[in-house]
């Protein structure tokens, strides 16, 4: 349901790479060509992540020749949801339901004035960013597993604990 971009991936790789040296005690910023190596990834979407990253106020950054990115202090106020937003815009299940979409009566669907799903659509989109919003970003920085799997979340059809929640596609 929930399908992450690429570019919101190597974010998420770039932010637990960082908070990981800052744990290790290690002041050094990290260089997008540091992060592209350690985790092979294109260097050009690399730096681009980090740049939207620092744009976003998620990371600072310092210029010069031994420039680069470090977290900001103030991630440990951010949701996994509104990173994400901050990441890829506002999230929906279905165009109608994107909450731009919901106070315009033509979101542009074919079959909106018979489907009458809107509403319904607009609902469970709400419990989905809601439940986004409360994992906070840092819970996916540590080095064991996130809360959200250690307390039982299904994921596909493997179940991760003794919870029946069930979230699927959220690689």
């Not at 060509?33 to 950054?61: H, M, N, W």
């Amino acid at each position: 349901m929930v399908k992450l971009n690429r570019t919101t991936e190597y974010g998420l790789i770039a932010l637990r790479h960082m908070h990981q040296k800052r744990n290790r005690q290690d002041v050094s910023v990290t260089s997008a060509r540091e992060v592209a190596d350690r985790y092979q990834l294109p260097f050009e979407i690399t730096a681009k992540t980090l740049q939207r990253l620092k744009d976003t106020g998620i990371i600072l950054s310092e210029q010069g020749a031994r420039g680069g990115y470090q977290l900001n202090a103030g991630i440990e106020t951010f949701s996994f949801g509104r990173f994400m937003e901050l990441m890829e815009g506002p999230q929906a299940i279905v165009a109608c339901a994107a909450p731009v979409q919901a106070s315009n009566p033509s979101c542009g669907c074919e079959y909106q004035k018979l489907c009458g799903m809107q509403d319904i659509m607009g609902g469970i989109n709400e419990r989905v960013r809601s439940f986004l919003a409360e994992i906070p970003l840092m819970e996916l920085m540590a080095e064991t597993q996130p809360v959200a799997i250690a307390s039982g979340i299904t994921v596909g059809r493997e179940t991760l604990g003794d919870s029946s929640h069930e979230i699927s596609n959220l690689s």
